[in-house]
């Protein structure tokens, strides 16, 4: 086999969702002291008819547990509810800008059975342009099963992790592995740690299961944190 | 940070649907001479009251070139007709057989406009543990969009590659690309070769647009290659 190398060049790449969310990371700004600054936000449609329904539903989502922190956007357009959800890269912004790298891994379908947790399904984010949340969006029941993400981050920064995380108090973490460990059945390279966070689509999921039509926008937002709204003035 | 490091075991790892690849390749032993062997398909079923339309629509899928060979699996079992059609892997393992290795990487949606080619979304098997074309079934319409598959091989083996794939003779391949080149929109590693298989489900999707309602299983099945009926022959 002779060596001739031509390097076409094209116009057109496809691009992982990998991507977008590292772009998206660094357009966070949070401030944990101040509780303001840019967070990065799902967004879904609901038709206004839903509206009241929607709310009493996100209520109750926050209020278990469900969502990311205790805000959310809900926004009248038109004829529409826009809602917007934290999602779970603001973590990753947060952490960044402390310095904290974290690698997002994979979406996924974390089972809740007895107390035990553990994927059934997962997505590589550096594998798939499309966001593995909104593949598996129809295949949760925030019951037994709930959307939820995995990241990686060195064992030599958990201690500081842990510390911003204790700090921000927001609910998102839903388990930290050991260096070296698998968690929930996923394993980790070497010298790593995993950590599941929360899907910030799940308060979402509520309305699907509860039979409001949504429109989910794969498309992150970038929004003041003071404009959104905790379940708990509602 | 003291350096104590502890393995703890789990009964439970989740697999992607690579390593099931990898094993289905394997099992296969089609023989090019001998027009027969195990060969590796894709499951679905439908109800037995389509059964005339669907052996129709799959005649016509065949003969537009929508299918993988030519030849497919079409079973009475109890109230349900269940498809066979030829699955990608197939094809990487009869290269497997003659000691060409391909490397899944990418299931993917090809769009096809004016006789140009791209992947407008892809997820990598090795991330995940759903097929991909399950994924995107209800994505494409074999008119605009198509299933795909992509894989990579060493440039050294191209021209035997090509040479089996001839003597193959089966309708599978849509483009090869050159060495380090990309192709349909998607990178390379260094001297390596892409190349993109026809989607062993796209006759089903025929199905599916023509409102015949399938039932797609995700696990494959090795069958003998005799057992399948050629469309011609219908």
């Known amino acids: 086999n002779e060596r001739k190398i031509v390097k076409k060049k094209s116009n057109y790449k496809i691009k992982t969702i990998f991507y977008k969310m590292v772009n998206a990371m660094s357009m966070v700004d949070y401030d944990i002291d101040k509780h303001d600054g840019k967070v990065i936000v799902n967004i879904c449609y609901i038709d206004k008819k839903y509206a009241d329904d929607a709310l009493d539903l996100l209520k109750?989502?926050?209020?278990?547990?469900?969502?990311?922190?205790?805000?959310?956007?809900?926004?009248?357009?038109?004829?529409?509810?826009?809602?917007?959800?934290?999602?779970?890269?603001?973590?990753?912004?947060?952490l960044l800008k402390h310095s904290l790298p974290t690698i997002p891994k994979y979406g996924g379908v974390l089972e809740i059975k007895n107390e035990k947790k553990r994927f059934i399904d997962i997505i590589a984010y550096n594998g798939s342009s499309l966001d593995p949340h909104i593949?598996?969006?129809?295949?949760?029941?925030?019951?037994?099963?709930?959307?939820?993400?995995?990241?990686?981050?060195?064992?030599?920064?958990?201690?500081?992790?842990?510390?911003?995380l204790d700090?921000?108090?927001?609910?998102?973490?839903?388990?930290?592995?050991?260096?070296?460990?698998?968690?929930?059945?996923?394993?980790v390279e070497k010298d790593m740690?995993?950590?599941?966070?929360?899907?910030?689509?799940?308060?979402?999921?509520?309305?699907?299961?509860?039979?409001i039509p949504v429109e989910i926008k794969q498309m992150h937002e970038v929004v003041d944190y003071s404009k959104l709204i905790s379940y708990k003035e509602i």
């Open 135 to 164: 593949v598996f969006f129809d295949a949760v029941d925030c019951e037994s099963t709930i959307l939820a993400g995995f990241r990686e981050f060195h064992r030599i920064i958990k201690d500081d992790i842990e510390e911003v």
């Open 167 to 187: 700090r921000l108090n927001w609910n998102c973490v839903i388990g930290i592995g050991e260096p070296n460990n698998e968690i929930f059945g996923i394993n």
């Open 60 to 94: 109750e989502a926050y209020k278990n547990n469900l969502g990311i922190g205790d805000k959310f956007g809900f926004i009248e357009e038109k004829d529409k509810i826009k809602i917007q959800t934290l999602c779970s890269i603001t973590i990753d912004g947060i």
């Open 193 to 211: 740690c995993g950590i599941v966070y929360n899907g910030g689509l799940n308060p979402i999921v509520l309305l699907k299961e509860n039979e």
